[in-house]
């Protein structure tokens, strides 16, 4: 049980265009869903919380209008990553949990998506 | 605020006994989460710690020291396959803080 997809698993875009990656619980409702960027040989960076039908709570530092997320419902958000640039190139990972709050931490990882800007 | 410290690297032999040792600091304390991250794949998740002592799942075992703010990962008769990242994280509260990571590689 708890598995988590993601789609696609890598992505080539050209500059300027803007991607879009899901994140989905297949066999759990996800309260919370958690999206990180990572960096070669670097650890996890947390970019946004987002819990259903409301707004994500960005960490400092993360432009909420460059990386738009959606969590329209228990199993399913999406990230997109608007006007692309080089540096946009890194390992996305979403991780779902199906609890809230203080309890959150209790965290199932999707497989990531590979995002090569060009 | 929340400071987590691991080793940046690591090196061991295939069949040896390594351990990785985490510190943190965090107000309020939840737990601690050892993950295992190959390479261009997601973490899995090793262990959970919360209360004090050593806690043993196969060939992997992870210790807690919460007076200490310590705790390591014991990984025993090393495979091949055991060469990958160890991530040690904290709960904060809502949010899981990850250390830098341990990239680990085992030579045969």
């Known amino acids: 049980g708890a598995v988590v997809s993601q789609h696609p698993s890598r992505v080539i875009c050209k500059s300027g265009t803007s991607v879009k990656i899901e994140c989905r619980s297949l066999d759990f409702q996800a309260t919370t869903m958690f999206w990180y960027r990572q960096f070669p040989k670097k650890s996890l960076m947390l970019m946004a919380t987002s819990n259903e039908g409301s707004k994500a709570t960005y960490e400092q530092g993360v432009e909420k209008d460059k990386f738009l997320i959606n969590h329209a419902s228990l199993t399913l958000s999406t990230l997109t990553v608007t006007s692309a640039h080089p540096e946009d190139s890194s390992f996305y990972i979403c991780?779902?949990?199906?609890?809230?709050?203080?309890?959150?931490?209790?965290?199932?990882f999707g497989p990531g998506t590979r995002l090569t800007v060009t | 605020g929340q400071n987590i410290d691991q080793p940046t690297e690591m090196t061991a032999t295939e069949g040896a006994i390594v351990q990785i040792n985490c510190t943190y600091q965090?107000?309020?304390?939840?737990?601690l989460f050892w993950y295992q991250q190959h390479a261009g794949e997601a973490p899995t998740f090793l262990s959970y710690n919360v209360l004090d002592g050593l806690e043993e799942k196969g060939r992997f075992s992870s210790f807690l020291s919460r007076s200490k703010g310590y705790s390591y990962l014991l990984l025993k008769e090393l495979q091949m396959k055991d060469s990958a990242s160890y991530l040690c994280a904290v709960p904060s509260p809502d949010k899981l803080i990850f250390g830098t990571g341990t990239r680990l590689q085992v030579f045969p």
């Open positions: 965090t107000s309020g304390f939840n737990g």
């Open positions: 991780s779902a949990s199906p609890l809230a709050g203080a309890h959150s931490y209790e965290q199932y």
